[in-house]
């Protein structure tokens, strides 16, 4: 049987490397071995994957290994078909004229069938079990099976040189036996050098693999274990030099706690608890060393970013920070984390940003973590020249009133806050002017306020006043407050200035129901709507006086004193007056009560002295008709003094 023609099967030893194909190393193994499946021949692989797999050095491979073999069924079907082939074979007319001798003289050799098995090969005959049902078929191949011609060599006569001879019995079964075709040999694979090679380059790939694995593990924990050490032992070695630069970066002695490396900024040295002494109100929770590699590849030497964390301290000493030269411990940036002010015994604001070098010196950008608040810092002598700009945050001081939006320019120092200007946006109006917020023998504000169309009832509201007031408010005013804390001045100690309230109101006094009950002693409740009332206020030593000069109510106008003195008590007078066509009255009214149930009374006018009587009595009766009194009674209806 030719090789190209044996069907292979696996192994045991095949079908378990079969179900793991990466136990193979060899990727044309592997393939051929998955090729395997006892019914494709040799050649038909070759045809088929000739191209893209070495079939014959991987087949010998595999039957070196073990991990094939022939399949016997079929080299038996093989030898049988060629057999057959072979018996058919024989020329028809050799057969004829073999009957035609055998007339003359009948011999056993004519009964002998050529293509006859001895009998020991017909014992040699395996046998097949019957096929399994549940295993599918084999599919007959189309590959065409070329019979091997073979002829028996038939003497003639001798006598006759051209006829056919007949031969002998004995004779034609020799050269039947001689001429029984003897089976191909398999294919015999012996190892070659090549082979040996290769193996032991994948045994060595093998044991590198699995060392590798075993090392890897090993050496990343080495490396772990020296950089903690390195991180914890290495940085004290050099304790002495960074307190030194420290020292020079800020021009005086600067001491810290721990010392350790940090994975900030992808790797940095931290210092905790960093302190300076010439500066007490100075400290930092933690400070970075970045290394700036662009900068230090540029440079050819160390270049470094400095992050300040939790940081706190008073104006002079952030000035200070802000004036430390950025060349001595070649700083190319520093940053701030957390930075807060320390006035007045509290702590203003927690902001980040950085430090940059500017025209006029160095220069701070700052923000809060919500974006709400934005500070821009300047060195200006021993003090920062602050420019802030806040959205939706309560002020310094008088923190009850809501503010939208704020700007604050000023100058912040260790005594007090000098804002040489503000503006915000406040209760539907706006506020404006300057002020100075001191704080040495505790929180003292003075400011000048000018308000424009802000919600007097909203503002009365939020400073916990009393009076009920309603209307837009503006005017200019004089406030003065203190307390311990900047935080804590919530009301005004004094106020002065002159004011306008338009289309307001006033609560619980109805001017026009007091002159309409004239004489009938105090009435309470109502309310004046008016137009405009302007005046001037006061407010010291915990009293309040406001001088209207003109109230305006439609055809009512007033004018008057009001004061509200401990406990919130109502008193004053107001000069009122109505008038209808040309005619108008005028009428005291009374303030009394508290700013709670205010109470107004009219006072009637004192009457006027009797007139002498002049009497002419006629003698008959007759003379001149009295004249009619002077009626003060004004025509005007309840409610129509709007």
């Known amino acids: 049987m030719n090789f190209e023609d044996t069907v292979y099967v696996k192994t045991a030893l095949g079908d378990a490397r079969a179900k793991q194909p990466r136990s193979i190393s060899s990727h044309e193994l592997r393939a051929t071995l998955l090729l395997i499946d006892g019914r494709i021949t040799v050649r038909e692989m070759k ?15 595999l039957l070196r290994e073990g991990l094939i073999q022939a399949r016997e069924d079929r080299a038996s079907e093989d030898e049988q078909a060629s057999e057959d082939a072979v018996a058919e074979a024989v020329p028809a007319a050799a057969l004829a004229e073999a009957g035609e001798a055998s007339w003359g003289d009948p011999s056993p050799s004519v009964a002998t069938p050529v293509d006859a098995l001895p009998v020991d090969a017909a014992d040699k005959v395996p046998m097949y079990d019957e096929p399994d049902p549940d295993l599918p078929m084999a599919e007959p191949e189309d590959v065409r099976v070329e019979p091997e011609a073979s002829s028996i060599d038939i003497p003639v006569i001798e006598q006759d040189p051209h006829a056919p001879q007949e031969p002998r019995l004995d004779e034609a079964q020799d050269v039947a036996a001689d001429k029984t075709p003897d089976p191909e040999p398999l294919l015999t694979v012996t190892p070659r050098m090549g082979d040996h090679t290769r193996g032991s380059v994948i045994a060595m790939g093998f044991f590198l693999e699995r060392v590798w694995r075993g090392l890897l593990p090993a050496a990343a924990i080495v490396l772990i274990g020296a950089l903690v050490v390195g991180a914890f032992l290495l940085p004290e070695r050099y304790r002495g030099d960074l307190e030194a630069g420290m020292s020079a970066y800020l021009g005086t002695p600067v001491r810290f706690g721990s010392l350790r490396v940090s994975l900030a900024g992808g790797g940095a040295l931290q210092m ?18 970045i290394p700036d590699w662009p900068a230090s590849l540029r440079a050819v030497d160390w270049r470094f970013r400095v992050r300040i964390g939790e940081l706190v301290g008073a104006p002079s000493a952030l000035n200070r920070l802000m004036a430390a030269p950025a ?6 940036e520093t940053e701030l984390d957390r930075v807060s002010v320390s006035v007045g015994g509290e702590s203003w604001a927690v902001l980040s940003g950085s ?10 950008n700052l923000r809060d973590e919500l974006g709400t608040l934005t500070v821009t810092a300047i060195r200006a002598g021993d003090a920062l020249h602050v420019d802030a700009v806040a959205v939706n945050r309560p002020l310094p001081v008088f923190p009850q009133i809501p503010v939208s939006t704020l700007q604050v320019v000023g100058t912040l120092s260790d005594d007090g806050f000098d804002i040489t200007n503000f503006g915000a946006g406040v209760l539907d109006g706006k506020l404006a002017g300057t002020a100075y917020l001191s704080w040495p023998d505790g929180a003292r504000i003075v400011a000048d306020v000018t308000l424009s169309q802000v919600n007097v009832e909203q503002l009365l509201k939020r400073l916990d006043a009393g009076v009920r007031l309603g209307g837009s408010l503006s005017g200019r005013f004089k406030v003065e407050g203190g307390a311990a804390h900047p935080s804590e001045i919530r009301t005004a100690s004094q106020l002065s200035g002159r004011f306008e309230v338009t289309n307001g109101v006033v609560g619980g006094m109805d001017f026009g129901a007091a002159m309409r009950e004239r004489g009938s002693g105090k009435i309470q409740g109502g309310e004046t709507l008016f137009e405009s009332m302007t005046g001037e206020l006061k407010r010291k030593d915990g009293a309040l006086e406001v001088r209207v000069s003109r109230l305006q109510a439609g055809a009512l106008d007033a004018a008057g004193v009001l004061r509200i003195g401990a406990l919130e008590a109502l008193s004053g007078q107001m000069t009122t007056s109505v008038g209808a066509g040309s005619r108008r009255v005028g009428l005291p009214v009374d303030i009394g009560g508290s700013l709670a149930a205010p109470t107004l009374e009219a006072r009637l006018p004192a009457p006027p002295a009797p007139a002498a009587r002049q009497e002419s009595v006629s003698t008959d009766g007759g003379g001149d008709a009295e004249s009619p009194a002077v009626s003060l009674e004004v025509p005007v209806a309840p409610g129509s003094l709007r």
Do not use: H, N, Y
Request: hydrophobic residues 45%; neutral net charge.
């Open 47 to 61: 045809r088929r994957f000739g191209t893209s797999l070495a079939i014959d050095p991987a087949i010998s491979e």
């Open 327 to 332: 060349d001595q411990l070649r700083v190319t």
């Open 355 to 364: 430090v940059m070098p500017g025209e006029q010196g160095a220069v701070a």
């Open 272 to 289: 905790s608890d960093v302190r300076a002494d010439a500066l007490p109100s100075l400290r930092a929770g933690k400070v970075f060393l």
